[in-house]
């Protein structure tokens, strides 16, 4: 038997085996017609139905109302940052955004092109390793647009573990890195969004929930293709949507579904994180940068001591099967992304080479 290849990615990223087997198995002759999925009208029956499908199986998995909507956009999670402000900024209430790594801080200087966007925290000086309660921000007033966060910074490997409230001012979160990794309360959100290609799917699609009442605030001089209404209103089919990425995008919300659903996914995360987290902590050779409180159930960063030792590391790894490790290039050192599709034997056998590795090189 070949050794298994665990892809440890953070994005585009490992997908669940059987969502590959099943695409594979449907994509020249889908579900009888013929032909291609990738082939078929978006106005045909059958990518209305796989359409239809996606939005209910993810309303059921993360608990979504009706006063909600749920849309399946392109142009990646870039292009909200720009689509946010554009829609939801308010004349006259300044737009929060708390900075705790480089997607928000993008999302951040974005918004400014727009209007009075201000940095409620920054974790910039301490090299986005920590995210301060949030009772600790300044200038978190109630009379703002809409207060923005990331919920899990994929570089940094920090992630949030509570939801940062005001009251009355509705909360956007970023979810593209950690997006039904855990039960969340959709309630607490006027919208979040993630490009899929984490924890949903492959990249082409990213999908956004956002609250109707909240769109409605959009004003009538915004681009077509850039006002949420128009998506709204045509059930994300006003123009051609990217009809396989959201194929493919059901096909993990019925995975989800069949291992149990957010309860599972967590319990599941949780138990490879603690895996790493507690070897990375009780050994002499690897350390993680990310502040203990805020670490990350989904992108484990981690170094070595000594750091002359981490491009061997990752070579050598990579040798036997466990891919894609290098940290991201403006931070180096080594990044284990941890997603729902990872199975534990991945990280077990990560753990078990890290171990290995150190004491070759002791
Ligand atoms: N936000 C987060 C948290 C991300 O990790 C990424 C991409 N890695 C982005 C936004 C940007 O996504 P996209 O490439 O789809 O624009």
New binding site residues.
């Given amino acids: 038997m070949t050794n298994p290849v665990y892809n440890f990615s ?2 585009p990223a490992t997908l669940p085996k059987e969502v590959m087997l099943k695409a594979q198995a449907e994509f020249v002759d889908f579900r009888g017609i013929g032909f291609g999925l990738i082939e078929a009208s978006h106005r045909g029956p059958a990518f209305q139905q796989i359409i239809d499908e996606a939005e209910a199986d993810l309303r059921e998995i993360a608990g979504i109302p009706d006063t909600y909507s749920v849309l399946f956009l392109q ?7 720009a689509m946010i402000p554009m829609n939801l900024m308010v004349d006259g209430k300044p737009a929060l955004y708390a900075d705790t ?1 480089a ?2 801080a ?2 951040l200087k974005e918004a400014k092109l727009f209007g009075d966007a201000r940095a409620v925290f920054s974790g910039k000086q301490d090299n986005y390793t920590t995210i301060a309660p949030s009772t600790e921000w300044e200038g978190m007033t109630g009379d703002a647009a809409y207060l923005y966060i ?6 940094f490997g920090t992630q949030y573990h509570d939801v940062p409230e005001i009251d009355g001012v509705p909360l956007i979160a ?5 997006i039904l990794c855990r039960p969340f309360d959709v309630n607490k959100f006027g919208m979040f969004f ?5 924890n949903l799917g492959p ?1 082409g699609v ?1 999908v956004v929930v956002i609250r109707k009442d909240l769109a409605e605030r959009a004003k009538a001089s915004i681009p077509t293709m850039l006002n949420y209404n128009t998506h709204i209103d045509t059930g994300s089919m006003f123009n051609t949507p990217p009809v396989f990425a959201i194929y493919m995008v059901g096909l993990v919300l019925k995975w989800i579904k069949e291992k149990g659903g957010l309860a599972a996914m967590d319990k599941a995360n949780r138990a490879k994180a603690a895996l790493l987290y507690d070897f990375i902590d009780h050994s002499d050779a690897y350390y993680g940068p990310a502040n203990p409180a805020n670490r990350s159930l989904m992108n484990v960063t981690f170094r070595l001591n000594n750091p002359d030792l981490e491009p061997a590391f990752i070579e050598q790894a990579s040798a036997i099967g466990l891919k894609s490790l290098k940290g991201h290039r403006s931070v180096g050192g080594m990044r284990a992304s941890i997603y729902n599709a990872m199975p534990k034997a991945g990280v077990e056998k990560l753990v078990e080479f890290m171990a290995d590795f150190a004491k070759k090189n002791a």
Avoid: L, V
């Fill in positions: 953070a994005g142009g990646g999670a870039s292009t909200q940052f790594g997607w928000a993008k999302a990331c919920s899990n910074n994929t570089i970023d979810m593209s890195s950690d993630a490009g899929a290609q984490k990249a990213t």
